[in-house]
């Protein structure tokens, strides 16, 4: 197979859809309402009492994430890194000493091919990541309730303008947002709900208790309830769908490998972790919000592609 990246043509009509893509209009302004995303919801955070941290790149340990993508590994020094697919770890770690982190906090996911007309998938974004040491999982989902509300009336007060131009009415979201669990999801929408569960709500609804076959290993189980997580995703309503993911997460040793070896994993991946974990963690919880996501459902658009300023899509080399 030729390779796309040294095909002359290729890289010619590449250039041109990034200066196409740059000129449009609509992609303009959907970048300016992503500038005020993260400049809103970093505002809000700072005022909660929450350090930034810088993003991690790469790293010998990253999230293994519980959906088939191709591997982002990079041989160097005589041993292999990853490029960060999420700093679920990292925030982990960092907050044990910091207490209340977040960090905006780029991302590698190399999705599979057919995730490139969803409309919702990159293979390089941005996630809003953030933890707290010894906080409840209701505690944290109070957070993003208050950060989602502060940001979307920011942007309604001071920049109706860039609403108008995408033709966008946002309510008045009120808190506590509404609350499903996974089981009472499936059974009112059956599997695969969230498109349905997205289109029915009017408001950004959590999904709550999912169980560790959907989820990467490190949420945290309920005590009495195995197999089930003390974990929540929220959807965006509107059929947008997914907007974060997160939980209160696993920290005692056994636990951990426990899980490991459920999910079919090997400690050899993950020995930079259960190293810290024998030195003992403490609980802590959090959740990660895409910024493209948050931009696509402010504006009401319907491709990622255009919330961004060099979309990578599934399957394509870009710029
Ligand atoms: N940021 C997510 C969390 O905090 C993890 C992820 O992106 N996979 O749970």
Known sequence: METLNQNDDYVKSE??????????PKVQHAIKVQSYIRSYVTDFLREAGY???APII?????????HPVYDPKIHAYGGDMWITQSMIFHKQIAVQELKK?????????????EKAGTGRHLYEFTQIDIEALEKSREEMMSLAEDMIIYTISRIKKEHSEELKYFHRTLPDYQKPFPVITFREAEEKYGKGFETKLSKDSTSPVWVIDIPLKEREFYDREYPDRPGILRDMDLIWPEGFEEASSGGEREYELSQILDRIHKKGQTEEQFKWFIELAR???????????GIERFTRFVCGVAKIEDVTTF???PGRISL
């Open 15 to 24: 250039i041109e859809r990034s200066m196409r893509h740059l000129a449009d």
């Open 101 to 113: 982190i977040f960090i905006m906090s780029p991302n590698v996911r190399l999705e599979t091919e």
């Open 311 to 313: 979309p990578k899509v």
């Open 279 to 289: 030195e003992g963690i403490k609980l802590t919880t959090g959740f990660g919000i």
């Open 58 to 66: 790469i790293s010998p340990l990253t999230d293994p994430l519980n």
């Open 51 to 53: 350090t930034e941290i």
